[in-house]
């Protein structure tokens, strides 16, 4: 058999390059220069260019062209035609750009759980052993009921007596705070609520923002998910708990001890991060021996007027923060809220007849919506910016 080795063709004297902001043409200097290279002239305002054009609006909707460059990959929310180097956009949102990986943030996406998130669910299936949750994710999670605390926190075996009371616990449009603990190959995820800081909601208000997979003003990770909120104005204190899932709950703070027993103190053990309540015989029992039927109450407690008036606050900022896209978390809904107090304080001191005449119109002070709700908005990121 013969081989024919052939001669390689010479390279192409004609150079392509790509130079942002420049019109004029590259004239490369003459060749013959002592040292063998070769300068490049460029005019003053124009510089190399190594990315490609990319797309240079700030909103990306289904099936626009992103880039045709083949050196960039695709990533989430973009997808390539059969032939061709192009990229298109499969959801609308912004283009996000890491390394040579392009991928489109959604404006608005359903939840994706992941193992450890701190969620906020509401009770849409009572079946025979186990509820099903809504998430806001894509599937239904599931919560076991041998996953709960029962009451008189009694550790057994779930028996038939527990699954014919099961709607005794939990029941459809119940909310609850709970944990992911594992997630299935379909993508749903599993609930436990095997703590006192986890279990029914009660004494507060509901509101859905966007959730991690969601685009601006979402809740986002962050190391405390559930705070208390010292209020102002003799409000006392207020719980706030942001869901990863994007669901909140802002209720009246009520102590866990009270529940199991109103004449003992909690005491926290800094380094077993557990609570324990003292008996009479002096020795500690953990808190979720003493678990009782109250936690699985659906009666809501009485809450001051007061303490209305400042979880009212409470979702007026968070929502605030929500419509100007701000991400939701501890930090910024707390410099929010510090922002109302400021200036439901300046408009007292406006209201110099003290009988609700002032600019913002008396008790419509403490409405945050439209131009109120963007000053508050706009002292909280100038806030956080100071710090910074």
């Given amino acids: 058999m013969v081989f024919t080795i052939l001669p390689l063709d010479p390279p192409s004297q004609s150079y392509d390059y790509n130079v942002s902001d420049v019109s004029a043409p590259v004239s490369p200097a003459p060749a013959n220069e002592a040292n063998g290279d070769i300068d490049l002239e460029l005019p003053d305002a124009g510089r190399w260019s190594k990315r490609p054009k990319l797309s240079n609006a700030a909103v990306v909707t289904p ?44 404006l608005r996406a359903r939840y994706t759980p992941e193992i450890g998130d701190l969620v906020v669910g509401r009770i849409v299936e009572v079946q ?54 594992s997630i299935h190959q379909d993508g749903s995820a599993s609930l436990h609520t095997r703590s006192l800081k986890y279990g029914k909601l009660r004494n507060g208000v509901f509101l859905a923002v966007s959730g991690t997979g969601g685009g601006g003003g979402r809740v986002v990770r962050a190391r405390r ?89 409470l979702v007026g900022c968070v929502r605030a923060l929500a419509r100007a896209g701000v991400r939701v978390d501890e930090e910024m809904v707390m410099r929010a809220y510090e922002a109302a107090l ?37 002292m909280a990121v100038r806030a956080a910016r100071s710090e910074i």
């Fill in 63 to 106: 099936g626009q062209t992103v880039t045709e460059d083949a050196q960039w990959m695709r990533g989430h929310g973009t997808y390539a035609p059969l032939a061709g180097s192009v990229i298109l956009a499969s959801v609308a949102g912004t283009l996000q750009k890491t390394n040579k990986l392009l991928s489109i943030w959604p």
């Fill in 128 to 181: 025979t052993k186990r509820w099903k949750v809504d998430l806001s994710a894509p599937l239904l999670a599931h919560l076991p009921l041998s996953a709960i605390n029962l009451p008189g926190g009694i550790l057994r075996r779930r028996t038939t007596t527990d699954e014919l009371a099961i709607r005794t616990f939990f029941s459809e449009g119940d909310l609850l705070v709970a944990e992911v603990q």
């Fill in 225 to 313: 998910q559930v705070w208390t909120v010292s209020t102002g104005n003799g409000g006392g204190d207020v719980d706030v708990v942001l869901g990863v899932n994007g669901y909140i709950w802002i209720c009246a703070h009520s102590s866990t001890a009270a529940a199991s027993s109103a004449s003992t103190e909690p005491t926290t053990n800094t380094n077993t991060h557990s609570t324990t309540v003292p008996t009479s015989h002096g020795l500690p029992t953990r808190l979720e021996d003493s678990v009782s039927s109250a936690i699985f109450s659906n009666r809501n407690d009485f809450i001051a007027p007061a303490t209305r008036r400042e979880i009212a606050r």
């Fill in 342 to 378: 400021d200036l439901a304080d300046a408009d007292d001191e406006d209201d110099e007849d003290g009988d609700g005449g002032g600019p913002a119109g008396g008790n419509g002070r403490d409405y945050l919506d439209g131009e109120r709700g963007t000053r508050v908005v706009a």
